[in-house]
C-alpha cells in the first residue's frame, strides 16, 4: 500500500496568516495514464470531507483562491495564503493513483 | 446539481446484519467509482473499498477484504455497504464518495452496542 505522511499534524496559526501542510507518498504518483492522482479534503468539525483540490494543483468549484496546491511524484504541498476562521478543521492528502486508495493521517489548523 | 444521499443513523446490537444505501443523481451513476470511507470517533479517514457501478468491478482494501460487503444496483443508481455479523469495533460514521473524491455524501453514523 501506498503509505501517506503528512506533516504537521497540527498547526496553530494566526488569523491572516499562511499555513503550509506538506504531504509525501511512499511511492510515486504517477498514473500510468500520466496524470497524478493527489487531492487535498476538508473536514470541518461536525461535516463530512470536502474537497479542495485535485490532481495536485486544480482547484475544484467554490473553492477561494487562498487555497493552493503543487508538487509532483511523491512530495506534494498545500498552501493557504491567508487563513480565515472557517479554515479551521482537519485536512488530509489522499491518493487515488494506486489501490487501496490511502489517506494521510490528517493535519488539524486551528487559529492560535 | 450532484448529490450522494446516504440512509439514516442505525443503532444495532453485536452480531446483527446491516446493509446502507447511498444514492447518487444528477450524473451518470455508472460512469464513476463510488467509494465507502470509515471514521472512526476522533479518527481519521479510512477508504475500505470502490465500486465501479457500470460493471461492479470491485475491490476492497486489504483492512477490510471479507468484512464488508460492497455493491451497487445501477437501475436505481444506489451503492451498498453491507456487513453480516457487526462488532462493536464496526462504531463509525460512513461516507460514500464519487471519485475522485468531488461530492460525499452527509455520513451514516452506525453505532453497534450490546
Known amino acids: 500500500d501506498i503509505v501517506m505522511t503528512q506533516t504537521p499534524l497540527s498547526s496553530p496559526v494566526t488569523l491572516g496568516q499562511p499555513a503550509s501542510i506538506s504531504c509525501r507518498s511512499s511511492q510515486s504518483l504517477v498514473h500510468s495514464d500520466g496524470n497524478t492522482y493527489l487531492s487535498w479534503l476538508q473536514q470541518r468539525p461536525g461535516q463530512p470531507p470536502r474537497l479542495l483540490i485535485y490532481?495536485?494543483?486544480n482547484r475544484f468549484s467554490g473553492v477561494p483562491d487562498r487555497f493552493s496546491g503543487s508538487g509532483a511524484g511523491t512530495d506534494f504541498t498545500l498552501k493557504i495564503s491567508r487563513v480565515e476562521a472557517e479554515d479551521v478543521g482537519v485536512y488530509y492528502c489522499t491518493q487515488a493513483t494506486q489501490f487501496p486508495w490511502t489517506f494521510g493521517q490528517g493535519t488539524k489548523v486551528e487559529i492560535k | 446539481e450532484v448529490q450522494l444521499v446516504q440512509s439514516g443513523a442505525e443503532v444495532k446490537k453485536p452480531g446483527e446484519s446491516l446493509k446502507i444505501s447511498c444514492k447518487g443523481s444528477?450524473?451518470?451513476?455508472?460512469?464513476?467509482?463510488i467509494g465507502w470511507v470509515r471514521q472512526m470517533p476522533g479518527k481519521g479517514l479510512e477508504w475500505m473499498g470502490i465500486?465501479?457501478?457500470?460493471?461492479?468491478?470491485?475491490r476492497y482494501s486489504p483492512s477490510f477484504q471479507g468484512q464488508v460487503t460492497i455493491s451497487a444496483d445501477k437501475s436505481i443508481s444506489t451503492a451498498y455497504l453491507q456487513w453480516s455479523s457487526l462488532k462493536a469495533s464496526d462504531t463509525a460514521m460512513y461516507y460514500c464518495v464519487r471519485h475522485p473524491a468531488d461530492y460525499w455524501g452527509q455520513g451514516t453514523l452506525i453505532t453497534v452496542s450490546s
Open positions: 490532481k495536485i494543483s
Open positions: 465500486i465501479y457501478p457500470g460493471d461492479s468491478d470491485t
Open positions: 444528477g450524473y451518470s451513476f455508472t460512469s464513476y467509482w
